[in-house]
């Protein structure tokens, strides 16, 4: 359940490869800023020191190789408890707006479903990490997962490595895109499934079309 003392709003971005998380997380913080909101912006793995020399090792294919997924899923939760008790809480307890490329969905698909985890190992590891911070609104952006291959390879600057999730097959990609598909449809409340194939300007009137009824219903409504 959420944290009943922050007075923030927690959004995280979730998708496949190539989706636009970081282009929308980026369009919508400056349109929340505009409009007089204080926004932080983060990633996952990531946010901190620590987490991200965690980031570090996790998207490097020799290194993660040798881990295996359960070894994997307990880095991202440590990388991911560090996040949320030196950034994210601390963001919502200002009354931040706390904007999250990547949270505790992508553990669900990228280690549990990919990696055949046990489902009651991946919520305790869950609950420990996010310790009751889960996001008011969750963004699953929707996308073909060649399309956002292409997209990812276009974004590389000159002599940029893909990254180890990058390198895997079509058909690895399309079945974390169904696992989103499945989070979408299981958790309505919390989640927003949107369709990202269309240019960013069109996605992100979207995306806004699912936040501003939040902030609306913040106390003192939303700010102009």
């Known amino acids: 359940m959420n944290d009943d003392t922050r007075t923030g709003l927690f959004i995280s971005f979730e998708g496949g490869e190539g989706v636009g998380k970081s282009t929308q997380i980026r369009l919508l913080a400056k349109r929340l800023r505009a409009r007089g909101h204080d926004v932080t912006v983060s990633r996952e793995p990531g946010g901190t020191p620590g987490a991200e020399a965690v980031r570090h090792v996790l998207l490097d294919q020799a290194a993660a190789e040798s881990f295996g997924p359960a070894m994997e899923a307990l880095l991202f939760a440590a990388a991911r408890n560090d996040h949320v008790e030196q950034v994210i809480r601390p963001a919502l307890a200002r009354g931040e707006v706390m904007l999250v490329d990547r949270f505790m969905d992508s553990t669900r698909v990228y280690q ?113």
């Open 112 to 224: 549990g479903m990919s990696g055949n985890l046990d489902p009651g190992f991946v919520t305790s590891l869950e609950r420990v990490a996010v310790h009751g911070t889960v996001p008011d609104l969750t963004i699953i952006l929707d996308l073909d997962p060649e399309t956002g291959l292409k997209r990812a390879h276009a974004r590389r600057t000159q002599g940029q490595q893909r990254d180890r999730f990058e390198k895997e097959t079509v058909a690895v990609h399309e079945a974390r895109r169904r696992a989103f598909r499945h989070i979408a449809e299981a958790e309505p409340d919390r989640c927003r499934l949107i369709d990202a194939s269309g240019d960013a300007a069109d996605v992100a009137e979207a995306v806004w079309h699912a936040v501003e009824p939040l902030l609306e219903r913040r106390p003192g409504g939303e700010r102009r």
